[in-house]
Antibody, heavy 125, light 106 residues
């Protein structure tokens, strides 16, 4: 059974850097064609894809947020870390990490299943 | 960026109804489309991938169709557990989600 859980601060100040950790079980991110993605959802709004990290450490980022995002993995700890710089109140959202499989190195993205339960991050001074 | 437009944004239906949700892409995405169900306070759940492939464990009353720029999610007979918000996601070029369709009780 695959499970994922997000952790990190619930409140950050404007201009600060957000660091979120996704801890997962039930698969290894060193296994070919596996990946972990990040998706966020502002309160009452739609989903927005942020980033994807591949089993071979390749990465993809949302073009609109690329200059603010960094994703990395620690395979030995079964963790993926997302950092987002220069946080703004508009970045207030529930942040999800999610598993994907069947990835090809030539793809930019994929479907996601399952998802973590999400963590709400509020940006406010 | 590829834009995904869902319609309707809200749908009122009764148990037993056939429900159809539409998702349109701003450019061709072949069949690289997924559908998700989300209930209040919960994470999205994958229903359909590659436009028409049913995710394991998802009831067969859910089906997906379409290609290129026009896609549909059909619930053949709406059940009480199906009242939720549904999202489409393209993953042809990076990834973008539609704005969502809320299925309400009529």
């Amino acid at each position: 059974q695959i499970t994922l859980e997000e952790s990190g601060p619930t409140l950050v100040k404007p201009t600060q850097t957000l660091t979120l950790t996704c801890t997962f079980s039930g698969f290894s991110l060193s296994t070919s064609q596996m990946g972990v993605g990040w998706i966020r959802q502002p309160p009452g709004k739609a989903l927005e894809w942020l980033a994807l990290i591949y089993w071979d450490d390749d990465k993809r980022y949302s073009p609109s947020l690329r200059n603010r995002l960094t994703v990395s993995k620690d395979t030995s700890k079964n963790q993926v870390v997302l950092t987002m710089t220069n946080m703004d109140p508009a970045d207030t959202a529930t942040y999800y990490c999610a598993h994907t499989a069947g990835l090809s190195m030539t793809w930019d993205a994929n479907w996601f299943a399952p998802w973590g339960q999400g963590t709400l991050v509020t940006v406010s001074s | 960026d590829i834009q995904m437009t869902q319609s309707p944004s809200t749908l009122s239906a009764s148990v037993g109804d056939r429900v159809i949700i539409t998702c349109r892409a701003s450019q061709s995405i072949s069949n690289w489309l997924a559908w998700y169900q989300q209930k209040p306070g919960k994470a999205p759940k994958l229903l359909i991938y590659k436009a028409s492939s049913l995710q394991s464990g998802v009831p067969s009353r859910f089906s997906g169709s379409g290609s290129e720029t026009e896609f549909t999610l059909t619930i053949s007979s709406l059940q009480p557990d199906d009242f939720a918000t549904y999202y489409c996601q393209q993953y042809n070029t990076y990834s973008t989600f539609g704005g969502g369709t809320k299925v309400e009780i009529k």
